[in-house]
């Protein structure tokens, strides 16, 4: 639609964006005016080893940003995390996930409200409620954060640890799993 610089599109769509965002679906609508692209069915969104699949993303190519609002499922190398609704600011490599958070990882499987998740750091930040269980324990926070390149955490606001025989709280909590050190 010349007229109104904007695109309905069908079929294999693929956008590529600073040559390393690739955005896949299978219906596009497009505003050139505003640069806003909203993809619907079949969509994904690949950076790295990071695929981000959801039935429909809107995503902004002047800011460099996304979200859905119909669920959607992030995959890398080891963890599958799912949430109802997300936001992916390319910029900063952040991404939020709010609402039903999951995350399944071969070591544990984490349930929050709110998480955030920074890909170049590959760290995880816990912004609210937040229970993560493994074989051996059950850790329970409103914050903190885990790197997951160097296996440091740090649990705030109501942390908790459960590992029987042993519990343990505190208001802040740090653990470095690779050398098994713990504030």
């Known amino acids: 639609f010349d007229s109104e610089n904007r695109v309905e599109a069908s079929g294999h ?20 005016n505003t640069r806003i692209a909203i993809l619907k069915q079949n969509v994904k ?37 799912k949430s109802s609704r ?11 996930f709010k609402k039903d958070v999951t995350l399944t990882n071969p070591s544990y499987h984490l349930n929050a409200d709110t998480l955030k ?7 995880a930040f816990f912004l609210g409620p937040t229970n993560i269980l493994s074989d051996t324990s059950i850790i329970y ?8 390149v160097n296996d440091d955490a740090m649990f705030t606001n109501k942390a908790s640890l459960h590992s029987p025989p042993h519990f ?8 470095n799993k690779k050398d098994g050190t713990g504030l």
Not at 14 to 27: L, N, R, T
Not at 53 to 72: A, I, M, W
Request: charged share 15%; net charge negative.
């Open 117 to 123: 998740f920074n890909v170049n750091s590959r760290t």
């Open 141 to 148: 926070c409103e914050g903190g954060f885990y790197n997951t």
């Open 86 to 96: 997300g936001f992916y600011n390319a910029n900063t490599g952040d991404v939020y």
């Open 168 to 175: 343990l709280t505190g208001d802040t909590l740090y653990y």
């Open 13 to 32: 769509i693929h956008i590529i964006q600073a040559d390393s965002i690739h955005i896949y679906g299978d219906v596009l609508l497009y505003d050139g």
């Open 45 to 81: 969104l690949t950076e790295g080893k990071m695929i981000l699949q959801t039935p429909q993303l809107t995503y902004n190519l002047n800011e460099h940003n996304g979200y859905y609002d119909k669920g959607g499922v992030l995959t890398d190398d080891s963890s599958t995390l």
